[in-house]
């Protein structure tokens, strides 16, 4: 009776997680292929850095009247494009020249920042505060004048403002040949009296954006601070800073990093001198009913500049796409702490990581992630063959022990205690281990777990084709089964998507049941026969390379399965022979 439930309870499970799947797929709009880390609406005005921090606010509008628009410093790299506001001095205008939206021919480039002008904002921004409280800085409405340009790799453009009391403020930027900026703080005091400042460094969302709301992956904020991993999602982040004026995270830390992760974009601010102290801080607001988001770093204690003396800060901004091989880059020469966390490998990381590395190597081997999924199948099945062919050998006996043990069944029916005891009995007499059955599925489910995640969230599977109408192995397959696979003109709910892989998966997974013994049990017996079909409608919805993982991998077990039993057939029939042949002699 124990057993009846279990399998009872699990074939609940599988139908409540199949009906969550499919109503999931329903009800959830939409994803648009435009990036996440570009953000909606804003209001027009950001406020004045206290002196503790770049706190988020209203900020202070210029009184002259005709004042002549804004001017722009043009940013030209290799994997970049976009301007510098120089009013105000923000990074709010980046492309990434190496993506695009979709995979359609001409589709747009991905924009990472976008101006307070446009629809959705999302910049960077270097300040000072006051700490002294009479030292004129510069804030959002400061016009700065630009020495150099366009910003590009080995092109350095200095930012310059006076402020009218003898202090001279710059901002030197500098970026590398990918994503990496660096901009040094200067202030020159030519004043007759010492200041006290407080330089920052910030990044801001203007609204909420719009998040692929998977369990498996976390959007929001991230970091590393003090050599700990730190992530809040938009609403955690919220909530926590409810009652603290918007304050969801304040953390001293000694180098680290921060900002906003997407699902293949980030946005993050890195000190750079490691060993110098800095606060971080992550807030929340509202202005006008609009959500506003922040990640800041500031230095906790006051730079003071003496007269005719020069000072300086470095921070380092990140804005592009979350690249393995580049990320951990800048982690060994940069020096910045668990940058490759800002992938959302999982609790799996020991796993994930290696298992990309494995198929990046096989892809550029063969120029193909699709092709690279089935070799690193096969070097799985290869490492997993001494265990794997142990359990088949056992599933191969117990399916030519079914006749024996429907006998015990069938002459112990009304004494269920003695009808296990004989056949844990002819288990040992045959040398079975009835659980051995399960150990390809229990290895089975990290490994998929893992190649999922690897699927999931590394942008270099984004748009990767395989061979067919298959043109992105990140994204579902297509195809479906309810239009007789584009023969006719119909868009039906999302309910309804049956691709042509995830056929050929339950398929596969059926064929290789069947060579399975069957459950001695008749629920678990059930539950067997319709898990093929449950599998095939809960995989239609999920990336085409995992799919294509799934069903190459069962291929491979029923073929090492078969070839099993035909030895195992060959082998009983050898024995059975030796048998009567000994028999025949002693008779």
Known sequence: MDQKRLFAAIAISIGILLAFDLWKRETTPPVEPAPAAITQQAPSATAPALPSSPVMGGEATASAANRPPPQRLQIDSPRLSGSVLLRGARLDDLVLKDYRETTAPGSALVRMFAPREETQPYFAQWGWSAADGRTRVPDSETDWTATGGPLGPDRPVTLSWENGQGQTFQIVLSLDRNYMFLAEQRVINNGGEPVQLLPWTRIRREQTPQVAGYYILHEGFVGVLNGRLNEQ??????????????????????????????????????????????????????????????????????????????????????????????????????GITDFDKAI????????????????????????????????????????????????????????????????????????????????????????????????????QIPVFFALYKVLFVTIEMRHAPFFG??????????????????????????????????????????????????????????????????????????????????????????????????HERAARRQEKMVGKAAAKAKG
């Not at 006749?403 to 005891?421: L, V």
């Not at 089964?481 to 309804?496: K, N, R």
């Not at 017996?525 to 190459?552: D, H, N, Q």
């Open 344 to 443: 959302d490998f999982g609790w799996f990381y020991f796993m994930t990581k290696p298992f990309f590395y494995a198929l990046d190597f096989l892809f550029k081997m063969f120029g193909n992630f699709g092709v690279a999924i089935l070799l690193f199948t096969v070097v799985l099945k290869a490492l997993f063959f001494p265990l794997a062919n142990k359990a088949y050998k056992s599933m191969a006996r117990m399916k030519n022990l079914a006749p024996k043990m429907q006998e015990i069944r069938e002459r112990y029916k009304g004494d269920p205690a003695k009808a296990q005891s004989e056949m844990m009995a002819l288990y040992r007499t045959e040398k079975i281990n009835p659980a051995s059955g399960c150990l390809p599925i229990l290895i």
């Open 233 to 334: 999602t938009y609403k955690a982040a919220k909530d926590e800073g409810e009652g603290r004026g918007g304050l969801a995270l304040a953390q001293d830390t000694n180098g680290g990093w921060a900002g906003f992760t997407d699902k293949y974009w980030l946005a993050a601010i890195a000190p750079v001198d490691a060993a110098q102290p800095m606060k971080s801080s992550w807030r929340h607001t509202q202005e006008n009913g609009q959500d506003r988001w922040q990640v800041d770093f500031a230095t906790p204690a006051a730079m003071a500049v003496a007269p005719g003396a020069t000072s300086s800060h470095s921070m380092r901004v990140f804005a592009g796409a979350k690249e393995v091989h580049l990320l951990d880059a800048y982690q060994d020469n940069l």
């Open 469 to 566: 109408w298959i043109r992105d192995l990140s994204a579902p397959d297509p195809t479906n089964l309810f239009t007789l696979f584009g023969l006719i003109p119909w868009d039906p709910p999302q309910m309804l998507h049956m691709p042509i892989w995830a056929i050929i998966m339950g398929v596969t997974m059926f064929v290789q049941q069947k060579l399975n013994p069957a459950p001695p049990d008749p629920i678990q017996a059930k539950i067997f026969t319709w898990m093929p079909v449950i599998f095939t409608f809960m995989l239609a919805s999920f990336p085409a390379g995992l799919v294509i993982y799934w069903s190459w991998n069962n291929l491979l077990s029923i073929i090492q399965q078969w070839y099993i039993m035909r």
